[in-house]
């Protein structure tokens, strides 16, 4: 490529100097991840098998007012409160964000938030679709991923085989995927999970992740709690 002596080119006008090795080793940030998508999409089965592979991730426990399901373990599934300390929990502003999903309240303390932050890693948060758009204002530089199956029939088969939902709770989780969907092109990246084909979810994750890592111009992972908490304001 010729270009005149002199000229302006983008590079020179938008690129800093660098030297080779400088480039190659620019540290990277890490990355707010925000996983999201219909319930029995396989939002928490994605972030198990990435576990088990041990991707190096911190992952943000949320808090819930439902009941552990078996084998759900407080304090690394979710925070589990009852609906008084959560409501409790609300009026002292201890939630970044909180919403009523599926007829329970979940939301994310903001201690989970600073624990993660000052991690160094990657962070990943699991919330509902309601849970993105709050937290799409509240980190925009976070990556969005809606998670969804193949077909609606794969939902009803999932939600019905986990086993852990009443027929009320699948016809409200059901009822609910239609008003979900119309949401999805809020996100930056949609990822398919089919029946039996999880580890290519989640290579698509890791290939997002590993992707947003190679940007010339990261998405910058805030530092500092999103907002003061509410005794210091
Ligand atoms: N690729 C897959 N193939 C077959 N079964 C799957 C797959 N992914 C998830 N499942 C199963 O589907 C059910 C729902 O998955 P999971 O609980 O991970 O969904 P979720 O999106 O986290 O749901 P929720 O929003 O309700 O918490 C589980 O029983 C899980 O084992
Ligand atoms: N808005 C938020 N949604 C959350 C949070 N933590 C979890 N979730 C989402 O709730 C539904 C239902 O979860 P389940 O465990 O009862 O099946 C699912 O979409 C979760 O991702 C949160 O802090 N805020």
Redesign the pocket.
Known sequence: MSKRKGAETMETVFSPAVTLEGLAQRPTQPLVVVIS??????????I?RMKELQVPFHFVVTATSRPPRPGEVDGVDYHFLSRERFEAGIRAGEFLEYAVV?GDYKGIPRWEIENALASGKDVIL?V?VQGAATLRRLIPEAVFIF?I?SSREELIE??R???TESPESIAR?LQAVEEELKHWAEFDYVVV??????DE?VADILAIIRAEHRRAHPRAARREPMSPPPSSR
């Open positions: 998508g219909p319930s029995g999409a396989g939002k928490d089965s994605l198990r599926y699991r509902d998670v199956p999932r939600l085989a986990r086993g989780r999970n089919r029946n039996q084909h999880l979810a």
